[in-house]
């Protein structure tokens, strides 16, 4: 199974090449700082082509300058500042594969084959079903999926932020979830994943209070839920919603499992203060907004899962819309 | 579709991966969790690629440790330094302790015999009358075996053939009906001999040992003896010589009657000779402590170090007196310093005298003493009160001999003045 052809043009991948200064050439004593630190030519890379892309990744992505800035050329400081937050020897290494370097190739199947099969195992919790996702993925990354006449690697899309097994492990992820997503469209999800999307259903509620005090309630919940910043929605989702355990989220986002702890309990005694706040905002006194903070949760008609869900990160809609 | 995402709405794989790697800048990394929180296919994803790189973390690191499985802990070679640590540890420990209790002895000065008694003890004295005469104990700090060993004589006055200082005598014979806390009735004061070199001084022998005062005094006697002893044993020179003078002046003076039949010429070194008289006997205690202390803290002493001390002039000292926190040392060049703290620092003093240094002592006169003994001690001056006067004061001073034989006097050290 021959590797992609030099597929790797930026047009094709929808990674732009070279969308910077046309005219930046890469600092030589950087180049040549970084070609003798990632080992390229153990597996066969040139130092011409290794030049040649990190000077496509650099321009691909601006140096990690602003666009306003892309009319004139980085600073050999600044591609500097660039290229060592990135994992140049990953990039190399996904680029000469994505061309398809057959020595690039030995070396990546000799290095991330076997992890990249525990991933999938440990990702499906099924030694088959990891084999499985594990060997599509590895069809993939070899070029076997063909759009518009052309091959394309997946791995084109790497641009070495964070490492490679860590993109491969992500993607590994996705191609899970999605293929979970698709197939299982119809039932609840497993529970065994700890991926539960959906709200169990409540018993229909026999209401006890009034129905305008529950309606102020469930609007002083929703402002209340929706004015949390992004990273105390994360813990309210990842804990309530997804089931996480404390020491889950704590790794995701590389802090201390107390520290999650901590700010998710500060969290939910915000929420209520500022709930109770509203209600007396909205003519309730302190003894009635404290009696309806007692009321059935079955009596109210909150989705937290909808409520978060609504409350749609502006950044990526902005993505999606440009 | 931007660049940067998939699926639409999603956050690309490298930039969940980037995030869950803590690899990613601020504000991006705030745009990832932003839509984390939301998207619940996210946050499934990147749980998903992070319990994947835990449980594969284990597995990476296991053959690592199947790797360093022979070299156990025990056979790790930074291991021999423990052993190593603890003796040198023990070696140092064992020096300083060493080093500390070889500068407490030395600085201890001890208390030497210069000079012997010369008639010390009258034959005329009668044989009931238990004499004992009362000379500075040897301090506890090792001496040659040589020294020691004349230390041990029971030697009890020998007179030396050779010119030997004077001696203030203290015969402990109390007039009938006295009592017993008042027991010095009568002080000799013999004329001091050109003072001797240390050499010389060591080759004397000891007028009076504290081994030879024991059998003289009954057990409870020597026993408290013993008990001063060991207390000066601890204590360091400074409060040695403050505890001396406090006991002489509070116990001795008051009861020095200077023998006006004694002359006492200049510069003569003092020792006393304490003779109990028969009721002493009766009170062995309360009767030989006076004499006792006498014996120890006369002032009138030459001192010389228990061990060669090194002088700033780089000479070993060869003859040394101290008195209160002062301490004057001369070196084998004649050279004299003066040390204010012990021994400390030294202060190199001008020279004031001819010929060369041999010998420094401290001395002590009375002030105040009974007219019977106008010149008491050392020729010095004799002007004392009468009986009803007041009490008997003590004033310390140094004297300097050179090699010859001429005297200089000086109470503090830096000022000299011929004698």
Redesign the interface.
């Known amino acids: 199974m021959a590797p992609t052809e030099s597929v790797a043009s930026a047009a094709v991948t929808?990674?732009?090449n070279g969308t910077g200064a046309p005219d930046c050439v890469l600092d030589p004593a950087l180049a040549d700082e970084l070609w003798r630190g990632c080992d390229a030519a153990s597996w066969g890379l040139t130092r011409e082509e290794f030049e040649q892309i990190l000077l496509d990744a650099g321009t691909a992505q601006n140096f990690g300058l602003a666009e306003a800035s892309n009319v004139t050329p980085a600073t050999a400081k600044q591609q500097a500042a660039f290229f060592r937050?990135l994992c140049v020897a990953d990039l190399a290494l996904a680029r000469a594969c994505s061309r398809g370097n057959e020595r690039a190739w030995e070396h990546f199947i000799a290095v991330y084959r076997q992890?990249l099969t525990?991933?999938?195992i440990?990702?499906t919790r099924s030694e088959t079903l990891g084999r499985d996702l594990a060997d599509q993925l590895y069809a993939e990354l070899y070029g076997l999926n063909v759009r518009d006449g052309q091959r394309r690697c997946p791995l084109l899309?790497?641009?070495g932020?964070?490492?490679l097994m860590?993109?491969l492990?992500?993607?590994?992820?996705?191609r899970?979830?999605?293929h979970y997503?698709r197939t299982r469209r119809e039932e609840p999800l497993t529970q065994s994943?700890?991926?539960d999307?959906f709200d169990p259903p409540a018993p229909d509620p026999l209401p006890q209070m009034p129905a305008r005090e529950l309606s102020l309630l469930e609007r002083a919940i929703e402002q209340a839920v929706s004015a949390r910043q992004?990273?105390e929605?994360?813990f309210?989702?990842?804990y309530y919603?997804?089931g996480?355990t404390l020491l889950?989220i704590a790794?995701?986002l590389?802090v201390h499992e107390a520290t999650v702890s901590r700010r998710l309990h500060r969290t939910e005694k915000e929420i209520r203060k500022q709930i109770l706040k509203d209600l007396e905002r909205h003519g309730m006194s302190r003894r009635q907004a404290d009696e309806l903070m007692g009321a059935d949760a079955r009596d109210l008609e909150v989705n937290l899962?909808k409520l978060?869900?609504?409350?749609?990160?502006?950044?990526?809609?902005e993505?999606?819309a440009? | 579709?931007?660049?940067?995402?998939?699926?639409?709405?999603?956050?690309?794989?490298?930039?969940?991966?980037?995030f869950?790697?803590?690899?990613?800048q601020e504000r991006e990394r705030?745009?990832v969790?932003?839509?984390?929180?939301?998207?619940?296919?996210c946050?499934?994803?990147?749980?998903?690629?992070?319990?994947?790189?835990?449980?594969?973390a284990p597995?990476?690191t296991a053959p690592t440790r199947k790797a360093t499985e022979p070299n156990a802990w025990w056979k790790q070679w930074r291991l021999v330094w423990v052993p190593a640590a603890v003796a040198v540890a023990f070696a140092v420990t064992t020096i300083s302790v060493y080093i500390e209790q070889a500068d407490r002895h030395g600085s201890n000065i001890k208390v030497a015999e210069q000079h012997t008694t010369q008639g010390t003890v009258p034959s005329s004295t009668p044989a009931p009358t238990e004499q004992a005469e009362a000379v500075p104990p040897a301090s506890p700090a090792p001496a040659s075996p040589a020294h020691a060993a004349k230390h041990a004589q029971p030697a009890v006055a020998k007179p030396l053939p050779a010119p030997a200082p004077p001696v203030v005598t203290a015969q402990m014979s109390p007039e009938p009906g006295a009592l017993a806390p008042e027991p010095m009735d009568q002080v000799e004061v013999t004329p001091e001999a050109p003072p001797l070199s240390h050499a010389e001084a060591q080759q004397a022998p000891p007028e009076v040992t504290a081994g030879a005062m024991r059998p003289a005094y009954s057990q409870p006697a020597a026993g408290a003896w013993e008990a001063k002893q060991k207390q000066v044993e601890q204590q360091r020179q400074a409060e040695v010589d403050t505890l001396r003078m406090r006991h002489f002046k509070a116990k001795a003076a008051p009861a020095v009657v200077p023998d006006a039949n004694q002359s006492a010429p200049a510069g003569a070194t003092e020792s006393v000779t304490v003779t109990a008289a028969p009721p002493l006997e009766t009170h062995p205690v309360a009767l030989a402590e006076p004499a006792l202390m006498l014996g120890i803290k006369s002032p009138g002493t030459a001192t010389t170090p228990a061990r060669p001390m090194l002088l700033p002039s780089g000479l070993a000292a060869v003859s040394i007196a101290s008195g209160g926190h002062f301490l004057l040392a001369i070196d084998k060049a004649g050279a004299l310093f003066l040390s204010e703290d012990r021994g400390v620092t030294w202060e190199r003093i001008a020279r004031q005298w001819t010929g060369r240094a041999v010998a420094v002592r401290q001395k002590a006169r009375v002030h105040g003493a009974s007219p019977a003994a106008p010149a008491a001690q050392n020729g010095t001056t004799g002007s004392s009160s009468a009986d009803a006067g007041p009490a008997p004061s003590l004033t310390e001073f140094f004297e300097l001999s050179n090699d010859e034989n001429h005297t200089w006097v000086s109470t503090d050290g830096r000022t000299w003045t011929p004698k």
């Not at chain 1, 978060?308 to 809609?317: K, M, P, R």
């Not at chain 2, 969790?33 to 296919?41: D, K, P, S, T």
């Open positions: 929808g990674i732009p937050g992890p525990r991933a999938a440990a990702i899309s790497y641009r932020r964070g490492s860590g993109w492990r992500t993607v590994l992820a996705q899970h979830v999605d997503r994943n700890g991926i999307e992004a990273e929605r994360y309210l989702a990842a919603l997804d996480r889950e790794r995701v590389g899962k978060l869900q609504n409350s749609q990160s502006e950044a990526f809609q993505q999606a440009s | 579709m931007s660049a940067t995402s998939q699926h639409g709405f999603h956050p690309d794989a490298e930039s969940l991966s980037a869950s790697e803590q690899a990613l705030a745009d969790l932003a839509h984390l929180a939301v998207c619940a296919r946050r499934q994803v990147v749980a998903l690629a992070r319990e994947a790189a835990d449980a594969d597995a990476a």
